[in-house]
């Protein structure tokens, strides 16, 4: 069976879900439902999850027993921060230690702080946590986060909530080529044939929240991306043929063509 490993753990989605940006509890159940993800991202900064006991917490609707949650520093901006909420999230599930790490430059752009994310991995990476880094699309960065420890290389294809797909194609192949753990494609993804490509070349997942949580229908938009993934993971694995630019093969063979009755005659 093609599972997806990631910290010595198999899973049979390669679809990977956020928890944001839905208009209620119900539409986000009813879509990761949809979705088949079996790991599902949480903010921890936004999302109650028992910090706020007075408020709904996200756990009853996604229990631990069915999902594997993936705590995330969304909203931190330095290394100290995305520690320190990983310490918090660590303790509210009761000693989880897969995580996944992300630490922003700005708010504009909420592009990756490569000096912060490094600082952060190799302190949490020798604190026992699992990493799920989220990172740029630069190859020698994305190594030496392998190198620190982390359990998966999660490069962005375009920034964050923008939908702008898969910006640069060959520095992922370049990260997919060299990595020796999961690569899972981080943000960007606007819709189906994003997620389609993104698996053709070879990535090992997809994450995404907002392509499913601000479609028309988000329940429509999760079972497509569903399919989406499933149909590039089986694309690669099947081996695409080799392009032939302006050389034309046709499909069918040229040897013991039937002729036709004008040749018959002739």
């Not at 370049?174 to 690569?183: E, F, L, Q, T």
């Not at 907002?210 to 429509?220: H, K, R």
């Not at 993934?229 to 093969?249: C, D, I, T």
Request: hydrophobic share 45%; glycine share 6%.
């Amino acid at each position: 069976m093609d599972t997806l490993i990631i910290s010595d753990k198999s899973y049979s989605s390669r679809l990977l879900v956020g928890t944001g940006k839905y208009k209620d509890f119900t539409q986000t159940r009813e879509a990761i439902d949809a979705s088949g993800a079996q790991i599902i991202t949480i903010a921890v900064r936004r999302t109650n999850i028992g910090q706020s006991p007075d408020e709904p917490n996200l756990l009853d609707l996604l229990p631990p027993s069915q999902y594997t949650l993936l705590p995330n520093t969304a909203g931190c901006f330095t290394a100290d921060d995305a520690v320190r909420t990983l310490h918090l999230a660590r303790e509210l599930l009761d000693g989880h230690n897969l995580v996944k790490l992300e630490v922003l430059g700005d708010l504009k752009t909420l592009y990756p702080n490569i000096l912060e994310t490094i600082k952060a991995a190799k302190i949490l990476v020798k604190e026992g946590f699992h990493l799920m880094v989220y990172t740029s699309d630069d190859p020698i960065i994305a190594k030496q986060l392998e190198e620190i420890g982390c359990v998966a290389i999660m490069p962005l294809a375009s920034l964050i909530g923008t939908g702008m797909g898969i910006l640069n194609p060959w520095n992922l192949q370049i990260i997919i080529n060299n990595a020796k753990v999961p690569v899972i494609v981080d943000a960007g993804v606007g819709t189906a044939s994003d997620a389609t490509i993104a698996m053709e070349l070879g990535c090992d997942g997809v994450l995404m929240n907002t392509a499913i949580a601000a479609a028309e229908n988000p329940v429509l938009m999760a079972s497509a991306m569903r399919k989406a993934v499933e149909a590039g993971r089986e694309a690669f694995l099947a081996g695409r043929m080799a392009k032939q630019p302006y050389n034309a093969s046709p499909s069918s063979p040229k040897n013991n063509v039937i002729a036709s009755n004008k040749n018959k005659a002739a």
